[in-house]
């Protein structure tokens, strides 16, 4: 059963980078596509980023650019990074993985919550 | 693509039969799946493509429609089913969309 795992600081600055690591375990990232999805109680859940292993990534225009996503096959992890964060940026970061079809979340971390204040 | 759910809240007894609408501002086909989300806990597929429960997922969770107009059906309520369920669409991304979410709450 794959298995994610979140981890990066729970207190980033205003302006800073807030960066966040997933480890997979149960399988491998080459196996899978990957996603970030974020949840506020205002803005419920907002998808952030999409990649696969061969390099493929998508995201949220929303985000305007702020966003990058990357996949380190040989570590099984995949990661955030989201430049010049405000406190609208304070959310559960999710983890997600799917197979088949694009779009289908099947893999959940538990989330990791990221608070943006000084 | 916005995803609107309704209602945000419905107040149900163990045992009843209940269904959730979700609706698409364009037209998605079946591209649609279902995630149940508990307190303290990050969502779980319970359905994609409009009508495929997912693995382990039990028969009395059941969803329709294409288009722009989707079900989640429950049959017989049990006392886990009381959570938070979103819909989702991903016929057209990015960005994947979200439904705000309805909440089931015993009655």
């Known amino acids: 059963q794959v298995q994610l795992q979140e981890s990066g600081p729970g207190l980033v600055k205003p302006s800073e980078t807030l960066a966040l690591t997933c480890s997979v375990s149960?399988?491998?990232?080459?196996?899978?596509?990957w996603s970030w999805i974020r949840q506020t109680p205002g803005r419920g859940l907002e998808w952030i980023a999409y990649t696969y292993y061969s390099g493929s990534t998508h995201y949220n225009p929303s985000l305007r650019s702020r966003a990058t996503i990357s996949i380190d096959t040989s570590k099984d992890q995949v990661s955030l990074k989201l430049t010049a964060v405000t406190t609208a940026d304070t959310a559960v970061y999710y983890c997600v993985g799917g197979r088949g079809v694009v779009g289908v979340w099947w893999y959940w971390g538990q989330g990791t919550l990221v608070t943006v204040s000084s | 693509i916005v995803m609107t759910q309704s209602p945000a809240i419905l107040s149900v007894s163990p045992g009843e039969r209940v269904t959730l609408s979700c609706r698409a501002s364009?037209?998605?086909?079946?591209?649609l799946a279902w995630y149940q989300q508990k307190p303290g806990q990050a969502p779980r597929l319970l359905i994609y493509?409009?009508?495929t429960r997912a693995t382990g997922i039990p028969a009395r969770f059941s969803g329709s429609g294409s288009g722009t107009e989707f079900t989640l059906s429950i049959s017989s309520l049990q006392s886990e089913d009381f959570a938070v369920y979103y819909c989702q669409q991903y016929n057209d991304w990015p960005p994947f969309t979200f439904g705000q979410g309805t909440r089931l709450d015993i009655k």
């Open positions: 149960g399988g491998s990232t080459r196996s899978y596509y």
């Open positions: 364009q037209t998605i086909s079946t591209k």
């Open positions: 493509g409009a009508s």
